[in-house]
């Protein structure tokens, strides 16, 4: 449904098998392969969706997030620490580490900002959902930042083309906030609120932003991927079959291929037979261009 909405028919099952908490697909456009993490499981899996190649690498404890390093590697958020992996050896190098107010919290949404740093925030997996959140930024010298405090799940970080526009979300706030963004220095100010939404228009999960300077959030809350305008008008959504959509990103030889993963966990049984593609990947046509994803100054 909505304006300009995209049909079913051209949703393509990428993955099938059921991830736990399907998360941060970022597409390396050296190499055209699709990364994405399963967070509790601790995994993080890739794709060649030319050849169907699976490659999935284990990291023995939660896995929040990855981006891409100038180098070739991935700079990887683990429950506490941010690392250093080299896909092609295996070999992993310890960059940052955090200290959490609470116990069970953990890392979770991250990105490559066009500053070169990593940004990666917390939230508290007690099931309680404490606002106890922060959102960091992990300099390429690993020094540790902290920008923001008290999100329930710090969810949604993108930049616009121009990389002077920042979106954070808190997924359980439920809100997107906008910061002015100097991708010189990665100051990020003049926090202010952009849009606050519902269970039904879709708690706002992972994001990602298009040439057109419009921000895709995933709507984990409502089977569907939202499309915002740079003023917070609801441009367009596409339902997904994948049921509990998390983080979009762009992808394929042109940036035009929508990739959205999605989660299972907690999900009820009588949904998971309803939705066989709960917890999948899935891509379709975006009928625009993404953002190029900067690469981690390493």
């Known amino acids: 449904g909505g304006y300009g909405a995209v049909t079913a028919h051209q949703i393509t099952t990428v993955a099938a ?31 060649d969706p030319a050849t169907g190649t699976r490659q999935r690498w284990e990291f023995g404890e939660p896995v929040g997030a990855l981006g891409l390093c100038r180098s070739g ?54 099931g309680e959902a404490n606002p106890a959140g922060v959102l960091y930024r992990v300099a390429p010298d690993g020094r540790v930042g902290t920008v923001t405090e008290g999100f329930r799940i710090s969810n949604g970080l993108a ?11 808190d997924s359980r706030g439920i809100w997107v906030d906008i910061y002015d963004f100097d991708p010189s220095t990665g100051a990020a100010s003049n926090r202010r609120r952009w849009l606050e939404l519902d269970e039904l228009t879709g708690r706002p999960d992972g994001g990602a932003c298009d040439v057109d300077g419009n921000y895709w959030s995933g709507g984990a809350s409502a ?17 997904l079959p994948n049921f509990r959509p998390t983080m979009p990103c762009f992808g394929g030889p042109d940036l035009t291929t929508l990739y959205v993963p ?18 999948a990947m899935v891509s379709l ?14």
């Open 262 to 279: 999605s989660l299972s966990a907690g999900v009820s049984a009588e949904d998971l037979a309803k939705w066989p593609l709960c917890g």
């Open 159 to 169: 930049w616009d083309g121009a990389g002077t526009r920042m979106y954070h979300s």
């Open 73 to 126: 590697r991935l700079v990887v958020a683990l429950k506490s620490t941010v690392i250093l992996f080299d896909p092609r050896d295996g070999s992993r190098q310890p960059l940052a580490a955090v200290t959490h107010a609470k116990p069970a919290m953990r890392l979770n949404d991250g990105k490559v900002g066009p500053d070169g740093a990593f940004w990666v925030g917390s939230m508290d997996a007690s």
């Open 223 to 239: 089977s569907r991927l939202n499309c915002f305008s740079p003023d917070g008008k609801l441009l367009k959504w596409v339902e």
């Open 17 to 47: 098998d059921r991830c736990d908490i399907g998360e941060s697909p970022v597409w390396d456009g050296r190499t055209g392969l699709l990364y994405w993490v399963d967070i509790t499981p601790g995994t993080m899996r890739r794709i």
């Open 285 to 298: 046509p975006s009928g625009t261009r993404g953002v190029p994803v900067t690469r981690f100054a390493d």
